[in-house]
C-alpha cells in the first residue's frame, strides 16, 4: 500500500472545511485501490484554540491583550464551544485520519506521499493560523509533497512575504492552486509554474453521496452566510412572500436574522444534513465561498452576495464559468433568483476543469 497523508484544516468546525477535506479523501482513495489515504491529524495549537477554548487569544510578548477577558467571559457564559465540539466527532468518524499528532510528531511520520490542501491553508497574513510551516511542507517526512488547490485567501501582491514561505514552496514536488492570484503568487516568490484546479468538493459526486438525509420541509430559500447586502436581504423577504417560500437560515457564526422564518442553530445541523437543506433547496441566498460552491453542485439558482474576502477567493471561478453577471454585477435578489441558469453549459465547464484537476493528482501521486 502507498501511504498517502493530506494536510488541511483539520478539527475546524465549518461545513465547508469539513466537506473539502471530505471530498478529497474520497477522491484520492478512489484513483487507486492501493492507496491508503489519510488525513493527518493535525492542527496548529493556536488555530485550534480559536474554535474550542476558552481562552483563544495568543499572547504577544508576555503582554495579555485586553480582549482576553472580555472574551473569555463572552466564552464561559455563551454555550458556543460545546455546540462546535460535534465537529471533532465528524472529523474521526467519516474522514479516515492519522492518530492524534503534535508539532513535536509530525516530522518523524512517514508518508510516501503529502498533499497539502486545499482551503485558504496558505493565507499567512491571518494571525491565528500562526505562520504554521507544515501547511508549506516545511519538515514533513516524505519525498513528495504536492499542493491541491491551495489558496493564499486575502494575501495580495505587494504583500512582504516570510523566507519560510518561499524556501517551501521551492521543495515542493509539484504545486497546484485554486485561483489565479495563488498562481500569480507562486510565480512571484518562487519562480514557479502552478495549476489551477477545482476546489475538492467538485471532485468528489455528492449529488449521489449516500450520507445525505432527505429534508422534510416545505418549500425554502436557504441562507448561509453572515454579510449580506441589506438591498438583497429586503429582497428576499419580499421575494420569500411573492413565491410562498420559506425563509431557513443555517448557523455558522451564530448567524441568527429575525428576517428568515426559521433559524437551525449549529447544534442542530451535522455536515450531511446542512448538505440536504442546500440539495432540496428552492434557492440558495449565499455570502460564502462553500455556499456558492454546494449551489453550483447542486445545479441551484443562487443569490450571490459577493464581500471582498470571498472574492479574492471565488472570483477566478466566477470568471471561468462566466457568471459574473448574475452573481456579482445584478443589481436585485429578483434579477438574481430568476436569472436562466444554464447548467449545461456551466457543467460541461465545470466537467472539464473536474478532469483536468484529477489528472494532476494522477499525475503526481
Known sequence: MKEIGILTFWNVPNYGTFLQAYALQKTIAALDEDYDVKQIAYLEPVHYRQYYAINNIKFHYGIIDPRTYLNIAKRLFSSKIKELKPFLGYYKDFIPCTEPLTKADLPAKYFDSVVLGSDIIWDYSIRFFNNDKFLFGDNLNSKNIISYAASFGTVKSETVCPEYVKNNLKKLSAISVRDENSKNLVNKYAGRESTIVCDPTILWDFMNDENI???????????????????????????????????????????TFDWCDKNIK???????????????????????????????????????????????????????LDLKSVLVDFNTFEEKADWKWDYNKINTKIDTLRQSSLQFLKDTL
Open 266 to 320: 449549529q447544534n442542530e445541523l451535522n455536515p450531511f444534513l446542512w448538505l440536504a437543506y442546500f440539495k432540496y433547496a428552492e434557492r440558495i441566498f449565499t455570502c460564502t465561498y462553500h455556499g456558492l460552491m454546494f449551489s453550483l453542485i447542486f445545479n441551484k439558482k443562487t443569490v450571490f452576495s459577493p464581500t471582498h474576502f470571498i472574492m479574492d477567493k471565488a472570483s477566478s471561478l466566477i470568471d471561468y
Open 213 to 255: 438525509p432527505n429534508v422534510n420541509e416545505s418549500k425554502y430559500i436557504i441562507v448561509y452566510g453572515s454579510e449580506f447586502k441589506p438591498e438583497f436581504i429586503k429582497g428576499c423577504v419580499n421575494y420569500a412572500k411573492k413565491n410562498n417560500l420559506q425563509i431557513i437560515c443555517l448557523d455558522s457564526l451564530d448567524d
